[in-house]
Nanobody, 125 residues
Framework: QVQLVESGGGSVQAGGSLRLSCAAFGYDTSSNCMGWFRQAPGKEREGVAA????????YYADSVKGRFTISQDYAKNTLYLQMNTLKPEDTAMYYC??????????????????WGQGTQVTVSS
């Protein structure tokens, strides 16, 4: 049974940092596309960053390039999102997701099959 469990969200002031974690259970995380998405109230879910676990190719939305870093610890079956220089517009529920395939469409939520429950990130000005 595939399970993704996010943690690490919280409230920070603008300019601060947070690191999100996503622990994966129940499947082999090799050769998967894993991604981070976020959804703010009243807005559509948007892709933030993704990584192909076999080789480590990474993908970033323009809005987070240079500020966010996606990484993985294969031994721990855990995905991370280091978020620096946070802005109020980064406020959202953050989700991790995975699909047992290459990252053909890394920012399309319809391309991902399994999702975590989300962790809230709130950035105050």
């Amino acid at each position: 049974q595939v399970q993704l469990v996010e943690s690490g969200g919280g409230s920070v002031q603008a300019g601060g940092s947070l690191r999100l974690s996503c622990a994966a259970f129940g499947y082999d995380t090799s050769s998967n596309c894993m991604g981070w998405f976020r959804q703010a109230p009243g807005k559509e879910r948007e892709g933030v960053a993704a990584i192909y676990t076999d080789g480590g190719n990474t993908y970033y939305a323009d809005s987070v390039k240079g500020r966010f870093t996606i990484s993985q610890d294969y031994a721990k079956n855990t995905l991370y999102l280091q978020m620096n220089t946070l802005k109020p517009e980064d406020t959202a529920m953050y989700y991790c997701a995975t699909v047992f395939d290459y990252c053909y469409r890394p920012f399309d939520p319809n391309n991902f099959k399994y999702w975590g429950q989300g962790t809230q990130v709130t950035v105050s000005s």
